[in-house]
Nanobody, 117 residues
């Protein structure tokens, strides 16, 4: 079992920045890839970025160059720094833990990010 809690959502003006945090608790967290997903109204949930236990990262095209995912030296929490935010980045952002062997997923409750123009 893995529990995930997201922090840092809120409202920001276009062009601004926001940092989201995901605090994970549970057993054998090193077996999980931690990712950030988002879901805008009327749209499917989509991957933003993820990070493996070895620090390797993966970004969606829209996130490249604007968003950075990282993790503390202890591996937890996982951060998502979002720069140059656009109104289309408005969404609920979810933290996800994906087991690399058993492929089961855990989700946080989500945190709303609203970007105003």
């Amino acid at each position: 079992q893995v529990q995930l809690v997201e922090y840092g959502g809120g409202s920001v003006q276009a062009g601004g920045s926001r940092r989201l945090s995901c605090a994970a608790s549970g057993n054998r967290l090193s077996h999980y890839v931690i990712g950030w997903y988002r879901q805008a109204p009327g749209k499917q949930r989509e991957l933003v970025a993820n990070i493996s236990a070895d620090g390797s990262t993966n970004y969606a095209d829209f996130a490249k160059g604007r968003f950075t995912i990282s993790r503390d030296n202890a591996g937890n929490p996982v951060y998502l720094v979002m720069n140059s935010l656009k109104p289309e980045d408005t969404a609920v952002y979810y933290c996800n833990a994906h087991h690399t062997i058993f492929r089961n997923d855990y989700w946080g409750q989500g945190t709303q990010v609203t970007v105003s123009s």
